[in-house]
């Protein structure tokens, strides 16, 4: 499995983005995918993760303020990030479960300024 994240960039606090994940090669395999994130000096974090089934589960710094969801169709995750503080800056990081396998993506900066 491939993953190709999109969506990262620059807000001010208080703004919102969305990423995208768009998973190509054993793609019927995937059981779940998600999003973690890793700011520098910390460990890399849960933020959110949706199942084939549209189960969900939230890191709890962003429930409430984030949302995953999928469109099956274009086999896509997106993750919408609304009123951003500068504590979510960091690199985020499409994931895929696949056959209990874990495959990760390039990453993709999010940087929220105050």
């Known amino acids: 499995v491939q993953l190709q994240a999109s969506g990262g960039g620059w807000v001010q606090a208080g703004g919102s983005l969305r990423l995208s994940c768009v998973p190509s090669g054993d793609i019927f395999n995937i059981d779940a995918m998600g999003w973690y994130r890793q700011a520098p000096g910390k460990q890399r974090e849960l933020v959110a993760t949706i199942t084939t089934v549209g189960s969900t589960n939230y890191g709890d710094s962003v429930k409430g303020r984030f949302t995953i969801s999928r469109d099956n169709a274009k086999n896509t995750v997106f993750l919408q990030m609304n009123s951003l503080k500068p504590e979510d800056t960091a690199v985020y990081y499409c994931?895929?479960?696949?056959?209990?396998?874990?495959?990760w993506g390039p990453g993709t900066l999010v940087t929220v300024s105050s």
């Open positions: 994931d895929a479960v696949a056959r209990r396998v874990f495959y």
